[in-house]
């Protein structure tokens, strides 16, 4: 496992039993990941006051490779589900896709994401969409991007601040912290609760159409008790009739003549 400790780099296996140094601690390191080779670490580590975006053979063996230059923070990122792609934030008014194969990075959207209390964007569940926040009136929004369309959509627009988004696994809703009644402007989020945002009509069904279903059934249940009732009908008409045809060969002698 990879993690940081007072701006160092570190290595251990799982338990933590032995650790390696892997930066050199002249500058603060931030943020860590893996990546797909489960050898590489991609790191966001200060160059002259900014974090950019370095990457290091996890065993600590050759040098670092800085794959950002930036005057700014690049921070906060996330990468997607097979790991060939990343998202993350930089300054005050960026969102980056990098590609994970080349560590090329390109502004997907400009919008007022603020250098400070951000949320972290994140990549949807099919690796379509990518989910972020910037400020509206000095409250946070949830904004979805469309990677292939370039298309980015506002989907809360309330007036207060929805914060920390997330996505569900099967990638049908968004759920985030917010105070439905007070804006955090600026005092800052009082007493948030989690909510659920549904992105298409996935919600339950309503108790009325629990209600009508509850008829659906009760017909469906009638109609076989029907066919029952008149397949039992049909067969006690058939035994009735056989019962009087017995009788009347008993009671007319020629029909034995004739066997």
Same mark, same amino acid.
């Given at each position: 496992? =990879?993690?940081?400790?007072?701006? #160092? !780099?570190?290595?251990?296996?799982?338990?933590?039993?032995?650790? @390696?140094?892997?930066?050199?601690?002249?500058?603060? #390191?931030?943020?860590? &990941?893996?990546?797909?080779?489960?050898?590489?670490?991609?790191?966001?580590? *200060?160059?002259?006051?900014?974090?950019?975006?370095?990457?290091?053979? =996890?065993?600590?063996?050759?040098?670092?490779?800085?794959?950002?230059?930036?005057?700014?923070? $690049?921070?906060?990122?996330?990468?997607?589900?097979? /790991?060939?792609?990343? #998202?993350? !934030?930089?300054?005050?008014?960026?969102?980056? /896709?990098?590609?994970?194969?080349?560590?090329?990075? *390109?502004?997907?959207?400009?919008?007022?994401?603020?250098?400070?209390? $951000?949320?972290?964007?994140? +990549?949807?569940? $099919?690796?379509?969409? #990518? /989910?972020?926040?910037?400020?509206?009136? +000095?409250?946070?929004?949830?904004?979805?991007?469309?990677?292939?369309?370039?298309?980015?959509?506002? !989907?809360?627009?309330?007036?207060?601040?929805?914060?920390?988004?997330?996505?569900?696994?099967?990638?049908?809703?968004?759920?985030? =912290?917010?105070?439905?009644?007070?804006?955090?402007?600026?005092?800052?989020?009082?007493?948030?609760?989690?909510?659920?945002?549904?992105?298409?009509? +996935?919600?339950?069904?309503? &108790?009325?159409?629990?209600?009508? &279903?509850? +008829?659906?059934?009760?017909?469906?249940?009638?109609? *076989?008790?029907?066919? @029952?009732?008149?397949?039992?009908?049909?067969?006690?008409?058939?035994?009735?009739?056989?019962?009087?045809?017995? &009788?009347?060969?008993?009671? $007319?002698?020629?029909?034995?003549?004739?066997?």
């Amino acid at each position: 496992m =990879a993690f940081v400790s007072r701006g #160092v !780099l570190f290595v251990s296996d799982i338990e933590g039993k032995f650790a @390696q140094q892997v930066s050199d601690g002249k500058e603060r #390191v931030m943020e860590v &990941k893996w990546l797909k080779d489960n050898r590489t670490l991609l790191y966001s580590q *200060t160059d002259k006051g900014y974090q950019n975006w370095f990457s290091i053979s =996890a065993d600590g063996k050759g040098q670092p490779k800085q794959l950002t230059h930036d005057l700014r923070n $690049n921070r906060n990122i996330t990468l997607n589900k097979d /790991l060939s792609k990343a #998202v993350y !934030l930089s300054g005050r008014d960026e969102v980056r /896709l990098m590609d994970l194969s080349s560590f090329s990075s *390109t502004t997907i959207v400009k919008d007022e994401i603020w250098a400070f209390q $951000n949320s972290k964007p994140s +990549f949807s569940p $099919n690796n379509e969409y #990518v /989910l972020f926040s910037a400020k509206r009136n +000095f409250e946070l929004d949830i904004f979805i991007h469309n990677i292939k369309k370039g298309q980015t959509i506002n !989907l809360t627009n309330t007036g207060v601040s929805e914060e920390d988004p997330y996505w569900s696994p099967n990638g049908k809703y968004i759920y985030f =912290a917010s105070d439905r009644i007070n804006p955090s402007y600026p005092l800052g989020m009082q007493k948030s609760n989690i909510y659920r945002m549904a992105l298409d009509w +996935f919600d339950e069904p309503y &108790k009325s159409e629990r209600f009508d &279903k509850l +008829f659906i059934e009760e017909e469906k249940d009638k109609k *076989t008790a029907d066919t @029952q009732k008149d397949s039992k009908e049909k067969k006690k008409k058939q035994k009735k009739v056989l019962i009087r045809r017995r &009788k009347r060969k008993r009671k $007319n002698p020629l029909s034995k003549s004739l066997k």
